[in-house]
């Protein structure tokens, strides 16, 4: 038979295992929502990724198409050029075809750089693929561990419950109906060891009569708290 202090000694470590135990699974739905977000994030690179070198690529043509056209604007110049009759007439042409000759060579500087851009991109894609890959991998084995550990969670749960019923019943039925009323209001903190005469739920110290009441395995609640006090 379990003395008064044994009693409730192990009543606290199980109200104290079923809180610990309730905060744990109550946290688990959250990290994995904090995985399962950095999953999508590595997502949304490979998709930008994708997307920006798709941008570069468009803009390279139609940079190329324009280039195209500005060839041919400098031909037909050229032609006109040869049936061109006065000064006038032919300085305006070679203006003219000074002038998109100009804007061809940005364009081909604008092309190079475009190409080195997609270059650089095309590079990068790999390296996201391989990232979300990873990360893939890795979500997938922390669901799968996470599967485990919640239910291992829940059955410590579900025996910590009906450990603490099992205890509950070896109260005497004169302290019962008040353990229950400061259980049902501070669960675990409802109790509290006292070291040396000091309640260690809020560190007052206790009376020398409360210290020998206690002694003598009496149901005995802090002065200052309330909780209920073991030795
Ligand atoms: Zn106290």
């Known amino acids: 038979m379990a003395t008064p202090a044994e009693l409730m000694r192990e009543l606290h470590r ?27 994030r590595a997502e949304t690179r490979l998709k930008e990724g994708q997307e920006r070198l798709k941008v570069l690529k468009v ?9 195209k056209g500005l060839h041919q ?3 037909k110049y050229e032609k006109q050029r040869e049936s061109a009759t006065t000064k006038k007439e032919l300085d305006a042409f070679d203006h003219e075809i000074e002038h998109t000759r100009q804007r061809c060579s940005e364009l081909e500087d604008q092309i190079l750089q475009g190409l080195s851009d997609i270059d ?17 991998r890795e979500v997938a084995a922390y669901e799968l561990e996470a599967e485990d550990y919640l239910q291992r969670l829940q059955r410590e749960l579900s025996q910590a419950r009906a450990d603490l ?7 005497s039925d004169d302290i019962r109906p008040e353990y229950r009323r400061l ?23 206790e009376t020398r009569q409360k210290s020998y009441d ?9 002065a200052n708290c309330g909780r209920i006090l073991y030795p």
């Not at 199980?14 to 929502?33: C, S, T």
């Not at 803009?59 to 280039?67: A, G, I, Q, S």
């Not at 650089?120 to 893939?136: F, K, S, Y």
């Open 14 to 40: 199980l109200l104290q295992l079923i809180r610990d135990l309730q905060e744990k699974i109550a946290e688990a739905p959250r990290q994995l929502a904090a995985e399962r977000a950095r999953l999508t």
């Open 59 to 67: 803009r390279v043509h139609e940079d190329e198409t324009t280039l």
């Open 73 to 75: 604007q400098i031909k």
């Open 120 to 136: 650089e991109q095309t590079a990068m894609i790999p390296v996201l693929e391989r990232e979300l890959a990873d990360t893939r």
């Open 165 to 171: 019923k099992s205890t509950e019943e070896l109260l």
């Open 183 to 205: 259980v049902n209001a501070r669960g675990a903190d409802a109790l509290a060891r006292m070291v040396e005469r000091v309640c260690q739920g809020c560190l007052v110290q």
């Open 214 to 222: 206690l002694e003598m395995g009496r149901f005995v609640t802090c």
